[in-house]
T-cell receptor, first 115, second 114 residues
């Protein structure tokens, strides 16, 4: 299994809603990532988990809350989002974080619209 | 800090034309270099990679050579197809703040006309 699976593929939520994005991989990768991608822009790193521990938070607002329940799963909990948070949210995984040779495997993303 | 600069798009070519997308980088240490492709409505797929100087990455007819002397990793393909239409991202990976981080260029949108 060489895939990263993200659910849901599309999500529309109101500014007062609470929702979660889910990501799963079964490649034995021990680093997992959340990226945000706006239209016609490159992905921007949000969070890095290494061995199930949060190692990087790129100054992301607290309305985004990541969680890594185990080595295969990564969640992004959303609460009180703003319309400008509408974007494609990408999950990725990689080999142990100190090895930079292999790049990342990306999921197909969740397209989020905040209304 | 680490950064990647790609040629600005969009790039429009006819089928069977030769493709070059330029990519240069600035980095400390010895980063690994990647090309990712993003088809409409999809996530990013790794197209090819190179992990040290003079390495050539290749896949699906695309090639790129890690040139340390010119800090470049240009993407080339000898004969493009309509199905190659996508956005291409050059990226480098290295240790930053004690963890691996992937730094992307701005992306180049490629359109191939039949």
């Amino acid at each position: 299994d060489t895939e990263v699976t993200q659910t849901p593929k599309h999500l529309v939520m109101g500014m007062t809603n609470k929702k979660s994005l889910k990501c799963e991989q079964h490649m034995g990768h021990r680093a997992m990532y959340w990226y945000k991608q706006k239209a016609k822009k490159p992905p921007e790193l949000m969070f890095v988990y290494s061995y199930e521990k949060l190692s990087i938070n790129e100054s992301v607002p607290s309305r985004f809350s990541p969680e890594c329940p185990n080595s295969s799963l990564l969640n992004l909990h959303l609460h009180a989002l703003q319309p400008e948070d509408s974007a494609l949210y990408l999950c990725a995984s990689s080999q142990p974080y100190r090895d930079s040779r292999y790049g990342y495997t990306f999921g197909s993303g969740t397209r989020l619209t905040v209304v | 800090g680490n950064s990647v600069t790609q040629m600005e798009g969009p790039v429009t070519l006819s089928e069977e034309a030769f493709l070059t997308i330029n990519c240069t980088y600035t980095a400390t240490g010895y980063p690994s270099l990647f090309w990712y492709v993003q088809y409409p409505g999809e996530g990013l797929q790794l197209l090819l990679k190179a992990t040290k100087a003079d390495d050539k990455g290749s896949n699906k007819g695309f090639e790129a050579t890690y040139r340390k002397e010119t800090t470049s990793f240009h993407l080339e393909k000898g004969s493009v197809q309509v199905s190659d239409s996508a956005v291409y991202f050059c990226a480098l990976s290295g240790l930053i703040q004690g963890a691996q981080k992937l730094v992307f260029g701005q992306g180049t949108r490629l359109t191939i006309n039949p």
